[in-house]
């Protein structure tokens, strides 16, 4: 997974001219990836195909990601945003627009997920301070709404860690294969 600079979701269902985009793994020296077809999950409700790029020098292919989409959920970050600042399940669910009960479970997963194994590993690159890592997250680069596409870009700037949103933290953007044991369900209909 790899982030398509200046792009968010809006842009890319409007087919919007998708940037360049270079190989994270360092050893590639910033190869470009070259276009790899692409593969249909969920965005903003619809099945829609996204696009896949692959390294000329290591082989690995990557989805290209908008700046503002989660990884493995039909969620954009100013939704997750909107969840986390209401703070509980339900009444984030409805900051959120996710509706009935399978939108109050949705954000109930959302919130559990910050006691994973990789919001430690966010918090060892977030600056050193008190709190929890959203707001050392939010002092580093500002509270205002879409904080969290801000500290994606943080992320993968400085240690090319691909922040998924409300699950998982993916060196050069490589999923790990424990995310497969966990959910044990084709990440495609995870919504
Ligand atoms: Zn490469």
Redesign the pocket.
Known sequence: MVILPGMCCKQYVEGAQRPEVR?P?P??QG?RLLGHGTYDRYLDGELRPLQRGR?P??G?THALFPEDLCAYRDATFEVVEAAYYAGTPSSGAQAAGQTGALGVRRVRGWLRSQKQAWVRVLEGLLPAAEGPWWERAQELVGDRRGWLTRLRQWLWSSFAYFLGGVHGLYRHGRPRLALVEETNIPWQLLR
């Open positions: 190989c793994n050893a590639c190869a390294c020098r290591c690995v």
